[in-house]
């Protein structure tokens, strides 16, 4: 069973950094056959969609939003089964629950899998 279990978030003044952590088990990020194939952020603010923040894929690498680029970094520690993203400069509409995601190449076909979410909210 894949468990994501997302910390870091919090109240920040604009123009200020987060970062966010998300612990994953249940999956490995080096599996040949089987593991996650996509690990990364999603974040939905009030009465918007769901929207990607940053992925990292196998084989393809890392995905940014456009919005976020340069300011935002996703990272891995496989020894620790955890992914990071470190939110600088960030902006008041930004505000939103930020979502671990880990979509993993199983038996029966490859399953999405989300965390329960972690408030991050941007004071202007």
């Known amino acids: 069973q894949v468990q994501l279990v997302e910390s870091g978030g919090g109240l920040v003044e604009a123009g200020g950094s987060l970062r966010l952590s998300c612990v994953i088990s249940g999956t490995t990020f080096t599996g040949i056959a089987f593991g996650a194939t996509a690990v990364g952020w999603y974040r939905q603010a009030p009465g918007k969609q769901r929207e990607l923040v940053a992925v990292l894929r196998r084989p393809s690498g890392t995905v940014y939003s456009e919005s976020v680029k340069g300011r935002f970094s996703i990272s891995r520690d496989n020894a620790k089964n955890t992914v990071y993203l470190q939110m600088n400069s960030l902006k008041p509409e930004e505000t939103a629950v930020y979502y671990c995601?880990?979509?993993?190449?199983?038996?029966?076909?490859?399953?999405?899998?989300w965390g329960q979410g972690t408030q991050v909210t941007i004071s202007s």
């Open positions: 995601y880990v979509n993993n190449r199983e038996g029966r076909g490859n399953i999405d899998y």
